[in-house]
């Protein structure tokens, strides 16, 4: 259970304890064993000079009106920097941290914080709430946690798995019509009608996910045992050398999948297509990474734009 508590901005009268904090955290036990005097004097002033013109940016974390500790962020690269937060001892483990970096991961789609490269609990700490390392500065070490895809998700959750003619007129099987009715979707014509496919829920997330630069590859998986299919397209994007597979359609697997290479995904996504189909021949499976296909495509041009895309080797002989 979290310890209720409430974040106000920093006053004047609250100098002296955020000058205290930052002496704690910017000084170090290896930095205060390497300081000379006149050093370590040099950096006191200068955070003290940065207190008093900063304050205001500062928000103080209040417990039953007593002071916790305070937190700042700042711009920095796509998102935000956590660049202090600090509890009182009596205060930590109870919940208050995680909360404060919750709520800041609710505004930003990127949010970093620095840390020690010696504060092994703060690292797996934020490790188990899904910060990834992203870069090492000498003493210090960055992490990142990005949450553009979980908000994809989020946005997407009330989209029904089906299709809609262009008269408006929702199916929600494929049957022999198909052919002759189905049309991709606008990622923003989706987003109005709540239903569609594999095929169009896959270009609304490479429409979301391409607003934020992240590297995707889209890709189309056909079990090629008559007309139809079965068939299903799916997105992986890239992120800090790792590999994303990013679903909603497929309800079973609806979520977001880590992987540490595109072969790795490429197996388990093909294994979990292949318990869908029975008397399954891994001979009849085709993979193919396929670019953006022209909306208000039928099917078949679907398929063609999928077939002219670059075919990828499954299974060895």
């Given at each position: ?30 930095m205060d064993r390497k300081l ?47 660049d202090e937060i600090y509890l ?230």
């Amino acid at each position: 259970m979290v310890l209720e508590f409430v974040c106000t901005n920093a006053t004047k009268k609250d100098i002296d304890v955020i000058t205290s904090i930052k002496m704690v955290t910017m000084i170090d036990d290896v930095m205060d064993r390497k300081l000379s005097h006149d050093e370590r004097k040099k950096i006191e002033d200068a955070i003290k000079e940065e207190t008093k013109d900063n304050y205001e940016k500062y928000q103080i974390v209040y417990v039953n009106r007593k002071r916790a500790g305070v937190f700042i962020t700042v711009p920095y690269k796509n998102g935000v920097m956590i660049d202090e937060i600090y509890l009182f001892e009596e205060y930590r483990n109870k919940g208050i941290g995680t909360s404060i970096i919750n709520s800041i991961r609710d505004v930003y789609n990127f949010t970093y914080i620095w840390l020690y490269i010696d504060n092994d609990d703060m690292y797996r700490f934020l490790k188990r709430i899904g910060f990834v390392e992203v870069d090492r500065k000498r003493r210090i070490i960055i992490m990142r946690i990005n949450d553009v895809a979980p908000k994809i998700l989020k946005s997407m959750s009330d989209i029904r798995n089906g299709f809609v003619d262009r008269k408006g007129n929702y199916y929600h099987l494929c049957r022999e019509n198909f052919y002759d009715v189905y049309y991709l979707q606008k990622p923003q014509d989706l987003l109005e009608s709540k239903v569609g496919l594999c095929f169009d829920q896959v270009e609304l997330e490479r429409f979301l996910l391409g607003k934020y630069d992240i590297p995707l590859r889209s890709y189309y998986l056909i079990y090629q045992d008559g007309l139809l299919g079965p068939a299903h397209s799916f997105v992986l994007y890239k992120d800090n050398e790792k590999y994303y597979w990013l679903e909603n359609s497929w309800s079973k697997y609806r979520g977001i999948h880590e992987y540490e290479s595109k072969e790795s995904a490429y197996l388990d996504i093909a294994k979990k297509f292949g318990e869908t189909i029975k008397d399954f021949k891994k001979d009849k499976l085709k993979l193919y990474e396929f670019e953006k296909p022209r909306y208000g495509s039928s099917y078949e041009k679907y398929k063609i734009n999928a077939f002219n895309g670059r075919v990828i080797k499954l299974f060895r002989s």
